[in-house]
Structure formats: structure tokens, C-alpha cells
């Protein structure tokens, strides 16, 4: 340490000299073990805080490898702890060491309290960024905790669904049960909560396989959002990667957290759901050289950080301003170097500690391109992807791309390789644009009913690759998306300026929220159509919670920072939309019921035996096949698919041969009633309607070859054979 720059008045206690794996704190009854990366640091301490907040400093003496580290007995679980480094001072060459600030442990497993972005959480001066601040930033930091890992799974093994299998609810821990009458009020908003018979009841009725549980790291708010009085809702901001977020949990954040975590875990895998979390790697809660100083910018911002390289120009950023030292390219002044070792493995660690330790069944990596660069490239054989693809765990667990980034070379939608599945966000805006009449024919919204075949299977992978979804958290609710034609993002602060302008929306003649039973009518059978198309087409589909019963953010498509209402699950039946709850569990029953709905193989258009019909065929209005001049009919805006179930093109478990119903599905997304022909034919014979938004063909109407019948405007009907 520099003397006379920054001194500590306190305990200073002598400390074993332990070892510098495994990373983080490893607690046992005899010695807890600390290790923590900083190969340019010159000096380090690991500080103990008992419970009256007394700091005790104890210098590290050993180091290897760039470790630092060393042993203390009688640390008990609960523990609270962090670290002070000391280094050279120079930013331009990212060395930004500073020991008057509180450092989060990277592998921390908890973490206790939050921050407070006062000037002295950042590690220079405001009035020069180059000059150093030396105030002490413990007073409002957050504290890393140590924990028994101990926790009964009573022998539970992982699921390991099938893709074809998965049914996708994308949802946020708090906001899923903050409202919520039928889970006690003391667990509303929490992983305990989430893991409650009513919430589990609720989601296996539905028919849900998997919940993706958006950002559930330990995160905090940025800096700009507490100063205006709001807070980071989403949780897109990370900062502890081996750490369950400590707000979600009722029990305490001296390691409460990590087992309520895992009982909630525990919980839904014992109704078959699985756990994937949103994970974000690809940033920092630190964000730009000119953020807080939290973890990783005091312990290594030079390996860690990416930044630009001699003759490199950097990207520009949302800000329109270019950084002259980091390389950003998530829009939130930081990329993760994912080329650093200690950074890579970092990643693979945290993956690997989820899996292992928490029981989660996979993840979807927030703006996944940033991590697969090369340099500056975008290298579908970067280090991530390789090491990923190769690790005896990660391989076999669910493995979810969003397939871009902030910059323009980022996307990558049907480029990753396996075991990936991606995001499809073409799926996204062709089924909007199909629902609201603004496609030029049927060409582009048939390739994605059938799986995306042009994105996924010219290199072996299946429809399964391919995460359909009409709306996520980022956007409008399925609701808003029938309801306006703008974003209303006011409330957020921001001028409306946040938020995308390319809705793909509708909202059927009156902006808003409206009492006119007509137009109530529509929109509520336009939501029915797009979740019955999204259940029904083939890869795997996405709903976002809320959307089923028709959960609405008052037009604000970026609510990211709305901890209230606006975002919360509002569960009570008054203004619910619970007919498009209805149509959309029939439909995941349809799905989940018969293989014919979820096929292994590509359809390929020809029988799967002699002599049989075709295991896809596109249908005209006028009851014959569809032909090429058909699909660019820009007048035309209804179309049948027939789906043979008989027999499959996929074996049996067995290798024996599957036999199934077979589907016709009209898809009429018209203002005008369509008039239909059911010919006589090699499709359906006989059947009954099965799944209908169009009231007067209800469930039950019995169909058979020669039937004349109108399907009503704006309505999606599925007739299954007998």
C-alpha cells in the first residue's frame, strides 16, 4: 500500500496459509479456505465482518498461480467477508487497484445487503477520473457470506426432458407471486414462494415443462436508476455469478438464500418441472470505466474487461459516444472477456456449480454473441463455445443462445452450433406480422409453423433448435401487443425514448385500454390465435407469464425498471382473460397428448410409407394443396395444415413403428370469414374439432370429407381425426 494514500484503523490478524483452489470461500468445520484471482495486485486482504459490523483485516501473504490466499478456523457459515487489494493506479492500462474499496468475492455463494452508490463505491475522484479516490466504500458496500453447502436432495436426479417435450414459461421470481392470494404473504415474491403448491398446481395444469426464471445472479441497480428512485426489476445486471439474488428470499441473506434457492429447485422438479435460468455473462454490474468499483474492476479490470486493441476501432455504443479503453458491445459499458482464462473459467465454474450444487436443468445466455468473440470477431469456434461443448456436464444440459448483441456483426440467429437452441425472434415477427395482416404471403409464416427449416436444418440439427416464442419480457405483454400501436414508456423516466419502435402491434382501432365489446372481443381472440399458433408449431415454445390470462403493462414495452404492479402477475379473475387461458392449455394438451404435434424428424412433404398421405401438406381454402403461386398471393391470408400422425416418421423407443391421429389446422388471419371445402381426400375423412377460437365452430363440431364450413375472420380452428 502507498503510504500516507489510504490507511485502515483496525484488527489485524494473522491468517493460514490455506491453498489457491478451489476459487472463492470453502467452508468446513475445521478452517474455512479463501482464494481469490488478482495477478497484478501487490497486496491482499481478506476483511471479516462480525455481526456488529467490525472489520477485521487479514493480510494474505501467499500467492500462486496469481492467487491469493489463505486459511482462517473458526469462520462460522453466515460468515461475512471481502476483500481490499492494493496495486498500481493507472487506468489506461486497466490497472484501477484501490484498497480503500470493499471488493465482492467473484465465487461468493451469498451475498448480504446491497449497495449504495455514494462517491465513495467508486474507485476515482468525480471532479478527475484519474486521480484515485480514497474513501473507504465499506460503509456501502455489499458483503460476500460464507456457507454450508450441506442441503438433503433426498437422492433427486436430474429430468433431462426432451426438447420436443419442453413447453418454455418464461417468468420473474418476484413479479410471479408478489400478488399472488394463494401463497402465503410472507413468501410472496420469493424463491419459497415460486416453489408453493399454488404456483406449481398452477403451472403443471397449464402444462408447463420448464421455467426460465429471468436473472436470479446476484445483481444490483445501476447507479442512474437509484438516483432517480427506481430500481434494476429485471435483474440484467449481475455482479455475483455463484450467488442466488438475496432479495428473493424470505429467510435471511446470510446463506438463507442459497438453501431456499434450492428447495424451491426441489420443489419444482417434484411437480416435472424443470429450472433454466437467464444468465448474464456477457456484462457486469460494473459497467463503463467510469461505474463503481464492486469486484471485478478492483481485482483484475485489466484480464476481465475487454478492451480495445491498438489499430482497433471501438464500437459505438448506445450513447453515440465512443469509449477510448473498453470494448463494449452489450450496450452496458462492459463486455466480459470470455478469451481471458481466469475469466472463462470463471463462467465454466459458475455453470458447472449450478448444475451440480443447485440442481438447475439449463440456461439462456443473455446477449450470447458478446461471448463468442474471438478478438473482435464472432467465432463460432471462440473459446466459450468450444470449452462448453466439450465439458462432461454443461454439454448435456439445456443450452438456450439469445443469438445477439448490441452491435451490428452480432447476429446470429441459426448460426450456433450444437447443443445450442436459439431464440428465434424471426418465428417472433412472422407470426405477429401473419396475426395482423402485414405479411406480403404465407411462404414466410408456413417455414415457421413448420420448424424453421431454413435456419436449422442445413447442418443437421432439427426444429428443435429453434425456441419459438411470441413475446418475452422485453416488449409488450401478449395483451399490450392487441392493445396499442406504441410504446408508453413514460413512467420508466427516460422520455419515452427507451424501449423498441418496431412493435409488429396492433390495437384494433382504439389505442389503450378501451370498453367498446367489440373490440375487447377481437383482441381477446387475436391473443387466443398466436398462443394456439405458438403451442402448435413445431420447436419449442416460449410463453411469457402473464400472457395466458392476459397480463397487461399499460403499453410499457421496457419495463425493466418497473418493481411494481405494472409488471407484477395481477391474479385476480376481474380482468383476466381467462378464454385465452383455456385455449392456450387445450392446445399444450393437443401438444403434449400427441407425438403427431411434436415430431423428431424434418416434415418432409412425401409419405412416410407407400401408399400413405403426406406427413405435411399445405391446404387452399378451395380444399386442394396449396401450389407455388399460392404462397406469394399477397390477398391471401388463410391456409390449412395437415399433419399426418399416420403413420410417423420417427420410431418408438422400441424402434417400433408410431401410429397417431392426424391434424388439420386452419389458420385464418383475415377479415374476412373463409369459406372452406373439405374434399374428399387423403387427409381427413372424419374427425371433430378439437380446438377452435372461433365461437361457432366450437370443440365437439364433428367433420367429415364433402363438409362445406366457415371459418370466421381472425381465428384459428384444429380438426383432428377419428
Known sequence: MTPGLWSFEGQVSPVWPGRNWPLGATWSPASTNF??????????????????????????TERSLGIWHGALPDIAPGTRYGYRVDGPWDPAQGLRFNPAKLLLDPYAQAVSGTIDPRPALFGYRFDDPAVRNDDDSAPYAARS???DPSFDWEGEQPMKRRWRDTVIYELHVKGFT??????????RGTYAGLGSPAVTDYLRDLGVT??????VHQFFSEPGLTERGAVNYWGYNSIGYFAPHNAYSAAGDRGQQVVEFKQMVKDLHRAGIEVILDVVYNHTAEAGPLGPTLSFRGLDDRGFYRRVQRGETAPEGPSGRFDDTYWDVTGCGNTVNSEDPLALRMILDSLRYWVTEMHVDGFRFDLMSALTRTGSRVDMKSDLLVAIGQDPVLRHVKLIAEPWDASMDGYLVGELPPPWVEWNDQYRDSTRDFWRGQTPGLHEVATRLAGSS???????????????????????????????DRKHNEANGEDNRDGTDNNRSWNHGVEGETDDARILERRRRQAANMMATLCLSNGVPMITAGDERGRTQRGNNNAYCQDNPTSWIDWSPDDAWLDVYEVTKAALRLRREHPALRQRHWFEGRPTIKGGPKDLAWLHPTGREMRAEDWHDGNLRAVGMFVSGAPLRAPGPCGEQQVDASFVIWFNAGHEPVHLLLPENDWVQEGAVVLSTDGELPPGTPVKAGDHFEVRSRSVLVIQTT
Open 35 to 60: 482464494a481469490v484471482y488478482a495477478p497484478h495486485a501487490t497486496a491482499c486482504w481478506l476483511c471479516v465482518f462480525d455481526d456488529e459490523d467490525v472489520e477485521t483485516r487479514h493480510a494474505l
Open 145 to 147: 457470506v460464507v456457507v
Open 178 to 187: 408478489a400478488l399472488h392470494d394463494r401463497v402465503p404473504e410472507h413468501l
Open 210 to 215: 420448464a421455467v426460465e426464471l429471468l436473472p
Open 454 to 484: 431454413d435456419l436449422y436444418a442445413d447442418d443437421g440439427r432439427s426444429a428443435y433448435n429453434s425456441v419459438n416464442f411470441v413475446t418475452a419480457h422485453d416488449g409488450f405483454t401478449l395483451r399490450d401487443l392487441v392493445s396499442y
